[in-house]
């Protein structure tokens, strides 16, 4: 499953445009691990490159644009507005210190996408002039053959080990996108075995501001409603993040301009302008999804990996069909906001998930709907938001929270969710400890204090309780997890970051009749520097040391780092040199990984070292080349992978190369 | 306060120091104090990017018994000779009895790469000598960074040995690498803390964290814990004009006491 995060942009002190900064880096992989993913969607890098090229004017955003923004809370976006209409314009940046709830640390990480004026306008054909174009050829491949490739009993992989993908951009701020993705994955056919060009392909056409269409989108998009129980397919953080993104925050209709294969729209949606307070959004979509049915014809699983390497896979192309329509209803106020929201999908076979406990209450037949009342309201210092939804058989789902400006250097924020394992959501994405919204009760609570102004400390305690028995776990259980983080800024030049996390919830122990559920413990304590040693030359350093306890059972893992990198125009180079033990699989430690396509997020288990080198070529605007040579050697097995991704030998080497050309 | 400067200086002993040798207990004390911005004569045992900070001629010896028992003692001697060109360092280290031991013989050269970045490097030959049996000898390597943030800051990794990789477990002839990464602040002048993550291959990682104060010019006290054997540790340090002794102790809490004690000396550049 991709993380789908890729909305909340951050900047921090040195580090180049490219890199993420620690703090969101070291969120998106609490994230990758509470989902078990290892891929992060370069819709956030792209997102991040738009807001750089087209800041944010803090003169001319309302109340909607700043919070969609994701880059300030509702607090501080109510107090910019409150501030500009007794004040009138701001003349500098730098006054954006005076506004109330606007601390320092927040201003010097949103400074580069801000803009005092410049507000993007224009009409159609001004937007298309003026849209900044690119075009992109990617290709990746695993320089081992892997059993698959190397099978020929007729199971193996049907295409060659290259990955390929080609798009085409084009963007006028926030007013206009239009895109194509081209796509295969290594292993899948090209203009063979029945597939006639690219594995897959999306095209995105987004316009903001039309006169009283606020936005139209065609093609594939995604849509979000309220805070995630009845539909979200936009970026969406879980725990440990900064305030703002405690809030989901997000437009109903947004660009899906990523390459995964699952877990987007495709048709139709606008947003009307009904009166000054009034939006009306309504949707569309309809698209055939791969899927493995079963000999009735029913299916089993929702999100579908997008791989199409073998016959069998190949079978499950575009299996089944999916439509899904919805409404959303907005008002927004001065201080209040209020939406509802209504969300339909109809599959073309019947969902029937496997006859397990922890399926008793998994969503089953072929029509769902779901419909929620969301809403935010703010008072002096603080601001409250929250669903409450129903599903087609109306079980309640709720979820709450507050954002608390205790004091200029001390925010509090709370979310309170109660869905019971009856609740069934399709397309949900809420602030839960899976990301799904079913069957999870729990009290989140965060702290973000800032002492001085070299000194960020955030505190983060989450309890959570699961009603109902879940996958590895066979009886209903509690979990809590605690994070204390302490970032420091001795310079603006460096940072260092010291995290402690620790988590425990229930999971099978050993099978006697039934599998015993024991406390399953995770800690970790990490240690991370960062520094700017000298314009272009930058270099990171890591440790981190993770304890986990299942039972009788105890594992152990070690993971340490070195980065450099040194850029001097037109030429960027980039080195990593990773060292790493764990005594199991449960140990594993994720860290996030620079790459030439956004991000990755490899989780590393076992003995043995990383290494990877990016040489990154950008002549001006117009062209930018990137090659990326990462390898891991394990000292400690023969072999590498499983089943068809099986490689013999101890070592996996990827290649990746990127060539853009932008006009 | 140069006094007092010079007293922390020789307080700082190894950490990653002798991965071949059995590791000292009360290196853990001193674990953090190797991102001291005025490190002391072992500190570049512990990384030798530290040799091109130690500023005086300086030489020390150092010996602890583990755990009590005389036949786990652990003897260490080094010395620094910082030249134009880098900094130089030599060391020793026996540890074991008549029937079992191991040694250790290092030579380190660190220098300056530019600005708040240095680079150390040591080369080591190691032998484990077991009555009856016949000598094992293999050649070490190490190497370190030391990156300074501020005055107040510093930041330290330490690799020893990676290609050599594999545990004793599994090869009685080889020692395993080991990895460090370390942090040092100076609170105010007399307060410094220090935090140091290391771990060897198929062993237990570890994490140390230790407290120095300066009571007066003369006389310092450190304390600190480390993780891999839930070892507290204290040590008290005296001065005497070129002359330096400390006195040590660890406390396990099922193994029980290690005392230790180290002489040093300190040509002062005057």
Redesign the interface.
């Known amino acids: 499953m991709k993380v789908w995060m890729f909305f909340l942009l951050w900047t921090g002190p040195a580090v180049a445009q490219e890199e993420l900064p620690q703090r969101l880096a070291a969120q998106l992989e609490a994230i990758a691990e509470a989902q078990q993913t290892e891929e992060v969607d370069e819709a956030f890098a792209l997102k991040t490159a738009a807001w750089m090229r087209h800041p944010l004017s803090i003169n001319d955003a309302g109340m909607k644009e700043l919070e969609a923004s994701g880059l300030v809370t509702p607090l501080q976006a109510a107090q910019l507005v409150r501030y500009r209409e007794a004040m009138g314009r701001l003349v500098s940046l730098y006054e954006l210190q005076a506004v109330p709830y606007w601390d320092l640390q927040t201003i010097r990480r949103i400074w580069p996408y801000l803009t005092l004026g410049n507000d993007v306008k224009g009409g159609m054909r001004e937007r298309w002039k003026k849209a900044a174009q690119s075009i992109g050829l990617r290709a990746a491949r695993v320089l081992e053959a892997a059993k698959g490739y190397r099978d020929t009993s007729g199971k193996g992989y049907t295409g060659d080990r290259n990955y390929i993908q080609l798009r085409y951009r084009a963007q006028y701020g926030q007013l206009f996108y239009l895109g194509l993705t081209a796509e295969k994955d290594a292993g899948e056919p090209f203009m063979k075995s029945g597939m006639k060009g690219f594995d897959f392909y999306s095209l995105h056409l987004l316009m903001r501001r039309l006169g009283r269409v606020e936005a139209l989108a065609l093609g594939d998009f995604n849509v979000n409603m309220g805070q995630g129980l009845v539909l979200w397919q936009s970026a969406s953080f879980g725990r440990g993040g900064e305030l703002a993104q405690l809030k989901r925050q997000a437009p109903v209709l947004e660009p899906y301009r990523s390459s995964g294969e699952s877990g987007f729209s495709r048709g139709a949606g606008i947003t009307m302008i009904l009166n000054r307070s009034m939006e009306l959004s309504a949707f569309y979509s309809r698209q055939r999804s791969s899927s493995s049915l079963s000999d009735s014809g029913s299916f089993s699983n929702l999100r579908h990996l997008g791989l199409h390497r073998t016959a069998t896979e190949l079978a499950q192309r575009a299996a089944l069909g999916v439509q899904s329509a919805g409404l959303v209803l907005q008002y927004r106020g001065r201080h209040f906001t209020a939406g509802w929201n209504t969300a339909a999908f109809r599959f073309s076979n019947t969902l029937q998930k496997r006859p397990e406990p922890y399926n008793r209450f998994a969503p089953r037949g072929r029509q769902f709907l779901n419909t929620s009342l969301d809403y935010g309201f703010t008072h002096r210092n603080m601001h409250f938001f929250g669903e409450v939804a129903f599903d087609q058989a109306g079980h309640p789902a709720l979820l709450h929270g507050a954002l608390i400006s205790l004091h200029a250097s001390l925010d509090l924020g709370l979310v309170y969710r109660a869905i019971p394992a009856r609740y069934v959501s399709i397309g949900g994405a809420a602030f839960t400890e899976s990301g799904m919204p079913v069957n999870e009760n729990g009290l989140y609570a965060s702290l973000s204090f800032r002492p001085q102004h070299r000194v960020q400390v955030q505190v983060y305690a989450d309890v959570f309780s699961f009603p109902w028995v879940r996958y590895r776990v066979d009886a209903p259980g509690r979990g809590r997890a605690f994070q204390l983080q302490l970032q420091f800024t001795p310079s603006r030049q460096s940072s260092i970051d010291l995290l402690y996390r620790d988590k425990e919830e229930g999971r099978n122990g050993e099978k006697e009749i039934t599998y015993a559920v024991g406390p399953f413990r995770k800690q970790q304590f990490r240690l991370h520097y960062q520094s700017a040693l000298a314009p272009g030359l930058t270099v990171k350093a890591r440790g981190e040391l993770c304890r986990v306890a299942s039972g009788q059972e105890q594992e152990e893992g070690f993971l340490i780092y070195g980065e450099g990198a040194w850029k001097m125009k037109p030429l960027q180079v980039m080195a990593r040199l990773q060292y790493f033990e764990t005594s199991g699989f449960d140990s594993r430690i994720y860290a996030y990984e620079s790459d030439l396509f956004g991000g990755s997020m490899p989780s590393v288990a076992g003995r043995g070292y990383r290494y990877y080198l990016i040489l990154r070529y950008g002549k001006g605007d117009r062209f930018s080349a990137g090659l990326r040579l990462s390898q891991i050697i394990f000292n400690d097995r023969s072999s590498v992978g499983s089943g068809l991704d099986l490689i013999e030998g101890s070592r996996k080497t990827d290649v990746k190369m990127q060539v853009i050309y932008s006009f | 306060m140069r006094v007092a400067a010079c007293l922390y200086l020789v307080l700082l002993a190894p950490s990653l120091e002798a991965q071949g040798v059995r590791v000292p207990v009360l290196s853990s004390l001193y674990h953090f104090s190797a991102c001291k911005d005025t490190p002391g004569v072992f500190s570049w045992l512990a990384n030798p990017a530290m040799l091109p900070h130690i500023l005086e001629e300086r030489a020390a010896m150092a010996s602890e018994r583990r755990y009590m028992l005389k036949e786990l003692g652990h003897h260490m001697l080094a010395a620094c000779l910082p030249l134009r060109l880098g900094a130089f360092g030599f060391a020793g280290a026996l540890s074991g009895n008549a029937d079992m031991q191991e040694r250790l013989l290092q030579l380190g050269y660190g220098r300056v790469l530019?600005?708040?970045?240095s680079l150390g490097l040591s080369f080591g030959y190691f032998s484990r000598q077991t009555r009856g049996y016949a000598g094992t000898g293999m050649l070490t390597w190490e190497a370190g960074?030391r990156?300074r943030?501020?005055p107040?800051?510093l930041?330290g990794?330490q690799?020893f040995q990676?290609a050599g990789?594999?545990s004793l477990e599994e090869d009685l002839n080889r020692i395993p690498?080991a990895?460090?990464?370390s942090?040092g602040?100076s609170v105010s002048e007399p307060v410094f803390i220090g935090?140091q993550?290391e771990?060897r291959?198929?062993g237990?990682?570890?994490?140390a964290a230790g407290l120095h104060y300066q009571l007066s010019a003369r006389m310092g006290v450190s304390a600190g814990i480390s993780t891999a054997t839930a070892s507290y540790f204290l040590s008290v340090a005296l001065q005497w004009y070129s002359f330096l002794l400390r006195v040590s102790a660890a406390l396990h809490p099922v193994l029980g006491y290690t005392p230790g004690s180290s002489i040093h000396y300190i040509r002062s550049r005057s």
Not at chain 2, 114 to 117: C, I, T, Y
Not at chain 2, 204 to 207: D, T, V, Y
Request: contains cysteine; aromatic residues 12%.
């Open positions: 530019g600005k708040g970045v960074l990156f943030c501020t107040a800051f930041v990794l690799v990676p990789g594999s690498a990895y460090g990464i942090a602040f935090l993550m771990k291959a198929g237990a990682g570890s994490i």
